[in-house]
């Protein structure tokens, strides 16, 4: 009987480590502010993916209250504004997240020069909208340094009632030609989606989960403000407060245009560039 439960407790185990690897390989790399992580390139198993990375704000590494900590190498802490800190840090999926009111939260980023960006730009996110901005807003900014539709860049999500391209993601670039660029395909409410926007100096290009969805030419330099970049808010023409209504889990930001294979690659393994190297 001894040797029978010793061969069941050795087959559970077994069973367990099996189930235990495969949910790693499912969920990706997933460190924490408890088990730590990758703090520069040095300490990565992916470097190459450090490069160019000015903003890195991922809620799923674990509560730090009125603080959302930038852990790229920049540490451009943002702050949580209109927001609870005992409420709008909430587990979906089984991570992290903050969850955004559509009318008055965002975390303020700052107004650091590195944010200044004129040419090359890479935007991710994984974001899961729960429903439209309050008010006249027609939109629910991701990222956005935007200033009353004349300055600097901003990605977002449009809402259910715009009239011309409802659920659609736009990446607004003032400074180049043409400034709008909207997504072919539309994101629906509740339901978590890898987003990402790439400017190349040639193209403006819309990924949704590691796809590429369209790839519109597009020109010249991007405009600079004084404003402050924030996550969840933007303001666009006639002083629209563009709040974004749901929930985001990280925020990349990247001085340099990513390539294809590493957009993929963010798709599958968002904090790869947080594995510490062996």
Known sequence: MKRLMSFILLLVLAISSITSVYAQRQDGIRPSFKQGYARSAGESKHPQLWKGLVGAWVPDLGVTGNTLHDVSSFKNHGTLTNMDAGTDWVVSEGKHTLDFDGTNDYVDLGAAAVFDITGNMTILARINKTGDAAGIAMAGTILGK??????????????SDDGSNPRKLRFFKFGLTPTSHFSTATIPDNTWTDVAAVYNGAESIIYINGAEDSSPSATGSITTNNDSLKIGFSRSSGNTDNYFNGNIIYVLFYNRALTPNEIAWLHREPYAMFERRE
């Open 146 to 159: 935007e200033i009353v539709s004349s300055a600097g860049y901003s990605f977002e999500l449009l809402d």
